[in-house]
């Protein structure tokens, strides 16, 4: 995948790792649906849920690129991210990261820097994650906790930090 620079990114370097995010663009959509397909297959098969036509479709119909972000690593394409707004805040969606990058701190930078932003606009931000995700403990180191649930998904929201401040969540 070709990741040119033509709007200037993010530089980051806080987890010994270069990386950045850079907006996406209509043409990125297979990569980031072949992404979504290799990282998402162990927890769908685990569920009786992978379809390998099913697990690209769903994220080609529902493509933003407009909210998301390509993630970067060492120069090279390394995942995606979508922080869409909603009515009541924020929705953060296909975060997805290359297996050779996961477990190196680069979801937990992402998220704080996705993070800060809703936290200075004072807005929550929601999402789903797949019952029994390692992915779910990531998210809760950073705020997140378990609104409701259902067989194959857990709904979880984080709350603004101000407003976690204020009702003592921290």
Known sequence: METKKTQPGHQ?????LAWSMLPARPMDVDAIAELRATVMRPDLERL????????????RDSFSPQHT????AAGSFA???????AE?????????????????GLGSAVLRTLLAGTDAAAEPV????????PARRLYERHGFRAESQDP?????????LTSRTRQGLL
């Open 79 to 85: 995942g995606s991210v979508t922080l869409r707004p």
């Open 152 to 160: 194959i998904d857990i709904f979880m929201l984080r709350l603004p």
């Open 88 to 104: 009541d805040g924020h929705w953060l969606e296909h975060f997805y990261l290359s297996p050779h990058v996961q477990g190196r």
């Open 69 to 72: 972000s390509i993630i970067t």
């Open 126 to 133: 929601r999402l789903n994650v797949l019952q029994g995700s």
């Open 12 to 16: 980051y370097t806080e987890t010994g």
């Open 48 to 59: 009786g849920r992978y379809d390998e036509h099913r697990v690209r479709r769903r994220f």
